[in-house]
């Protein structure tokens, strides 16, 4: 079966579907596996369930952009509407069957009402930022309206390769019974440096739902202590999402050195002990950062790196794989699907980079218009004095 021969398939069928991407090898599979088959008999009325084979339709899965199992789909009039790789929690899966059994858009999870509030606030505060100059006003205005039109409006990014391949990555992984790991940096939580730190906390959720059902889950590692107490937080919330807070382990989350080269030192033989085939470099690193890369790349794992510094990220281009380059980093949770308010914020910074533009163009439009009247009328000027003097030599001649 190929991409076409699906969505017919799935125009043709009278109900909301659920698709399931499975394989007979993939552990996490055989965990959800009971939990889909029993949501689909108590919602088989309504809801249809369709199990597809990974390994049976190869084709079908690339053109499809499936890259990690399980994969669930949701369909709705022939249309993809939801997907989430990796496993899930019971009551993420009884929400989008729930959804699909009412005829609710699984990807509108607020209500009219609050759709309503949220356009009337951001307008409101648009509206105020441009009448008071109040501009830093404006991108919250901004934020608060794409949010509010998120689902309404599909996002349509341009492609990054260590994103796209992120998934597979992981799923390899946890297949293999392989580590991944996630480090944060040498950075710290609160000084200037702490943004990637942050961008790599939001990428651990997308990552701990991938993983957090294998034996060997995501580990995250970083040279600050409030850093690994963040991250230990973060592991806490998203295995209590997924109603599997008894698999979570606070040593998934490490703090390994207190220094930037102690940290490589540190962090080297434990990509080799833990036998890592995923090596993701999310946060502030210097030239240790390079080295980290490298001993990802030396033990052949995928290695996806990003960071704030210039010179930084010139060394992670040379060292990994998959390199983030300037603020890719920072739009991880846009690229992972992780909330609507990262792909939102996206939105506002393209919106004020085309604002500052069109302002730009029509300044200078309307500055050569203005130096043009300028020349005109001291042309006329020029012209009216000449024909004065003209007619003057004419008087005093006669």
Known sequence: MDKIQFLEKAKASRKPIVVDFWAPWCAPCRMTKP???KLAREFQEKVDFWPINSDENQELIQELKVYGIPTVLLIQNGEVTGRYTGAQGKDTYRMMFQALANGD???????PVDRFLRLGIGTATVFFALQSSTWWLLPLGLLILFIAMDQRWTAAFRPIRGYEELGTAIERAVEAGERVHLSLGTGSASGGDSAPAYAGLVMLRRISASTMMSDRRVVVTSADGALSILSQDSLRSSFKRAGVQERYNPNLGMFLAPTPYSYFATVSPFLKNESVSTNVLAGSF????????????RQRAFVLAGTEDVQSQALLYAA????LIGEEVFAAGAYL?????????LRVQDAIRIGVVVVIIVGSVLKGMGSSCCVMVASAREWRSWQGNLDTSSNVSR
């Open 35 to 37: 939990i889909l088959e």
């Open 286 to 297: 210097g030239a240790e950062g390079a080295l980290a890369a490298d001993a990802g790349y």
């Open 320 to 323: 990994a794989e998959n390199p």
């Open 105 to 111: 858009n699984i990807q509108i999870p607020i209500s």
């Open 337 to 345: 699907n992780v909330g609507a308010a990262h792909r939102a914020s």
